[in-house]
């Protein structure tokens, strides 16, 4: 629709564009940050806490055709055109252009959608007109690469490639076909020769990104209901932009330390003399061990915040006995309360007015796990608040964290209806959001229940922001070769997307491994911010033991492995709280000039000094490996490497392609390690290549918030060729003796 530029008014520091038959908001914020809505204001599930969101007082002044108006705040001008069109430019340059043509469809023949629909049953939804959608439509360069989108999966470089944010569980084998999967992360960055950007489509309905898919010239995003609402990030570089991105809509938290450990799970175990025998055989074995998950069968028939005093008639104990190991518990949880007269969860639900309805006003009814149930609404405080509550029941228990899963929401008869009704909207609008509200409950359940520990969620769907609450795993992977590499690209996006603490289910967890595959499984996933081993009912098991000697000795020196790089993991780990950077990162992060990397995601970076090349196909014994510029060493061999160029690295069954770059400092502990408790300052050392480098050495309690009130201890360490030097930046924190 043509429209003409009309007025302009500042209206508290936003400057409100006034079109024929439309009004847009046009906003700068801190950090150069520019906004773009259709309503006055920043209303954000992503963001949230928007009193803390500074706003830039802009310089509005008249321009010159076709530019209307100019709006500069900080170092960003836009540049106003008729038809609601923008120019933006950042430092002077134009950074992203709205694309002012009309969009090219590809040619169809006109019976196509039209067979497609009586062969398969349906119509193809994505990229069609629709009266109530909104659309972003920005001009894309023909070198520009995307990131971004969170678990989406695909190629780590999304170009080319079209999708569709829609909360989903599908159980089948995830392929590069897919367009949604369980997060709704509505962020990517458009890597450019000269620039980048982020831009975030703050819209929770069911949205479509098209990156150049429909046509190379341009970009869509295509929300299916709402308003326009998008930010545009600019940066120097990735780094940059992920660093804003963070600020805006919150950072990683700095966990637990055992967290980052080794966690072990399947479903399920079965009883809780199951869960004591397998911490056993974790001791006997030798294999350090952090973690066991309980799955859905440690419930009565499926009641959350319940046990079943048959299979754990003493969970309080058995937490206890598996402490003295070092070993804690994390049990799972899903939205769906069973319709139970007589269950506390339904009955209480009841008299709170705590569940979603349907379009008569009725509790909405689907069918999970506990057969009928219904579903709390997180969009009401007051339910939130009722959930946190019950999160008690579970550390009561000695419960150390809690793993949210089912929570798109699914149900087993697929997405709940569009008009089934929440107090902050019909579900098509609180779908991508309502994982995110309920982690958003259980953290602050656990933040107020569990003795000043920092709380631990684990959770399967997510929206932006997301992050501050929980971590994510990529969901049903299955054992098959394709996933591994799979799980590379889902980690390095879901990183680049803010969702630091992210990993894949190790060894897959649907489908049969192997002996080849659980290990190159284990050895791609070996500093992977999340850790853990599952599977399925009716597979094969894959605890470390269960292929024999050989298997189990490879997966213990990989996990041994993990633990004597876990200090410099945790101080990544703490980096990322203070400013957004990924522990885990695609090459492209660190190097977005060196356009080789842009497409590669079978390797990745751990923090600036650490590139890890996994062998992600059978039969590999070894693999070209890209190095960036810069001189590398190999790990295992101390063999010098000058970059910006691929080598062939030898990678036998029990060896990972590991090289480490000139001028690093790593926090490595030294020692045999059954848990991460383990590990202390007396066994840290400082693991040096020659180069110059710098890194700043974290210590604290490892376990409560008290870091973020000053008792932690920050050593700065230089170095110059061979000679390291230390200085204390802050010393705030006390060991115990």
Request: charged fraction near 25%; proline fraction near 5%.
């Amino acid at each position: 629709m043509n429209q003409a530029f009309k007025t302009y008014e500042t209206v508290n520091d936003s400057v409100r564009l006034q079109y024929e038959e439309s009004v847009l908001y046009v906003t700068v914020l801190e950090g150069d940050i520019v906004h773009v809505s259709q309503k006055a204001g920043i209303h954000s599930y992503a963001i949230e806490d928007a009193d803390r969101v500074k706003i830039l007082q802009p310089e509005v002044s008249q321009g010159s055709a076709p530019c209307r108006v100019r709006i500069a705040a900080g170092n960003m001008e836009v540049q106003v055109k008729d038809n609601e069109k923008l120019d933006i430019f950042y430092r002077g340059k134009l950074l992203v252009s709205d694309y002012e043509e009309e969009r090219k469809k590809p040619e169809k023949n006109p019976y196509e959608d039209l067979t497609l629909a009586q062969l398969e049953g349906h119509a193809v939804e994505e990229g069609t007109d629709r009266k109530d959608a909104v659309m972003i439509l920005k001009k894309l360069g023909k070198e520009d690469a995307i990131y971004g989108l969170g678990d989406k999966p695909g190629c780590l470089n999304k170009r080319g490639y079209s999708y569709i944010n829609w909360n989903t569980d599908d159980p089948d084998p995830h392929v590069d076909s897919f367009k949604s999967l369980y997060k709704s992360i509505p962020f990517f960055m458009v890597l450019g020769d000269n620039f980048c950007y982020g831009l975030l489509a703050d819209n929770t309905y069911k949205t479509t990104f098209d990156f150049g898919c429909e046509n190379e010239a341009y970009y869509f995003v295509e929300h299916q209901k709402g308003c326009l609402d998008y930010y545009v990030i600019p940066g120097e570089d990735p780094k940059a932009v992920v660093h804003s991105y963070t600020m805006l809509t919150g950072t990683t938290p700095l966990q637990q330390r055992w967290i980052y450990g080794n966690h072990q799970s399947r479903w399920s175990y079965f009883t809780q003399e199951e869960v004591e025998a397998l911490a056993e055989e974790f001791e006997k074995r030798d294999i350090p061990c952090d973690v066991i998950h309980m799955d859905i069968d440690y419930m009565q028939g499926y009641r959350v915040f319940t046990f079943d005093d048959q299979k754990y008639p003493n969970v309080q104990k058995l937490s206890q006995k598996l402490a003295a190991k070092g070993i804690k518990l994390i049990t799972i949880i899903d939205p769906g309360v069973k319709k139970d007269p007589g269950y506390f969860m339904y009955d209480e639900g009841l008299e709170l007015d705590a569940f979603a309805k349907d379009e008569q006003g009725e509790v909405y009814v689907n069918t999970v796990w506990p057969g009928d149930a219904v579903f709390p609404d997180f969009t009401q405080e007051k339910v939130r608040d009722w959930w946190a509550d019950k999160t008690k029941v579970l550390t009561d228990h000695g419960i150390r964290g809690i793993w949210n899963d089912m929570n798109e929401p699914a149900s087993f008869h697929g997405p709940l209806p569009d008009s089934v009704k929440f107090a902050e909207g019909n579900h098509d609008e609180i779908h991508n959001i309502y994982g995110h509200l309920m982690a958003k409950a259980t953290y602050e359940g656990l933040l107020a229940q569990d003795g000043g520990r920092r709380p631990f969620v684990l959770t399967r769907a997510a929206y932006a922001g997301s992050q501050k609450y929980c971590g994510g795993w990529t969901g049903d992977n299955h054992s098959i070769w394709p996933h591994i590499m799979l799980s590379l690209e889902q980690i390095c996006n879901l990183s680049l997307s803010g969702m630091a603490m992210c990993g894949s289910d190790i060894g897959g967890f649907g489908s049969d491994t192997t002996p080849e595959l659980l290990i190159r499984f284990y050895e791609a996933a070996v500093f992977a911010p999340f850790f853990r081993n599952h599977s399925a009912m009716g597979t094969h098991r894959q605890e470390p033991w269960q292929f024999g000697a050989q298997t189990e000795e490879i997966i213990r020196k990989v996990i041994k492995l993990r633990y004597r790089f876990l200090p410099y993991l945790y101080d990544l780990a703490r980096e990322c709280e203070m400013t957004g950077a990924p522990i885990v990162r695609p090459l492209v992060y660190g190097y977005p000039q060196d356009k080789t990397v842009r497409n590669i995601a079978d390797e990745y970076m751990l923090g600036d000094f650490v590139l890890v090349a996994p062998v992600t196909e059978p039969g590999k014994t070894a693999r070209a490996v890209y190095l960036p510029q810069g001189d590398w060493y190999a790990y295992d061999t101390n063999e010098k490497y000058t970059g910006g160029r691929y080598i062939l690295a030898d990678a036998p069954l029990d060896q990972i392609p590991i090289f480490i770059k000139a001028g690093a400092i790593i926090p490595v502990a030294e020692g045999n390690f059954h848990s991460t408790e383990d590990i202390t300052e007396d066994n840290i050392q400082m693991l040096t290549y020659p180069g110059e480098g710098r890194f700043v050495h974290y210590e604290d309690d490892n376990e409560t918030l008290a870091y973020r009130e000053g008792v932690y201890n920050a050593t700065e360490y230089i170095l110059h060729g061979t000679t390291l030097t230390k200085k204390i930046l802050h010393e705030g924190y006390k060991r115990s003796i």
